[in-house]
């Protein structure tokens, strides 16, 4: 695979070597897990909509929707970092919010819109922030870089034009370990920028 063909998967799915095909239970059956806590009264129903698409499945109620996304959904773009809130890498958009989906609960997410940094490309062509994130170089081993745009899916969400004191501040929650930020926040300035023009 070539480099740059590595950049465009880190930039619309994250790390693709880590992609896993669905499995049995996001391909409409049930494992023997899932069918065991059934029957102990412990799974839940929950569907969604992911990415435009609907999905359901039976969750136990402590599964968290990092989780589920991952390894119910295959959608392996939504990185686990830290598991405790703090380091951002698995920012997703629920109902239009920017969420940690390490301390989400699947249930908490029943009935919900969410976005992966799979649903931001549409038909081919990367949304304004992945092709900043390009243009300014704002990955660099990109373990962080789908949390990081997502996040700045929800910072331009909010103030159209931001400062890049307050891209900052919106990016407290995201920890790139490379230290790559002064050309993160470039990204989203530029995608600022580009967004406004296309509107
Ligand atoms: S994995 Fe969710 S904030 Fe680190
Ligand atoms: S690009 Fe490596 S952690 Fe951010």
Known sequence: MS?????????TTGYAVQARPPTAASAGTESDTTRSRKEDGMAHAVSMTVNGKECSGEVEARMLLVDFLRDRLGLTGTNIGCDTSQCGACTI????ESVK???TFAVQADGSEITTIEGLATNGNLHPLQQA???????????CTPGMIMAGVGIL????NPSEEEIRHGLEGNICRCT????????IQSA?????GAA
Do not use: P
């Open 3 to 11: 480099l740059w063909q590595r950049i465009s998967d880190f930039l």
């Open 93 to 96: 958009m629920m109902d239009g």
């Open 101 to 103: 989906s390490c301390t």
């Open 133 to 143: 994130f390009w243009d300014e170089h704002g990955l660099q081993c990109g373990f």
């Open 157 to 160: 969400k909010d103030n159209a």
């Open 180 to 187: 790559g930020y002064q050309n993160i926040v470039k990204a």
């Open 192 to 196: 600022s920028i580009s967004m406004k």
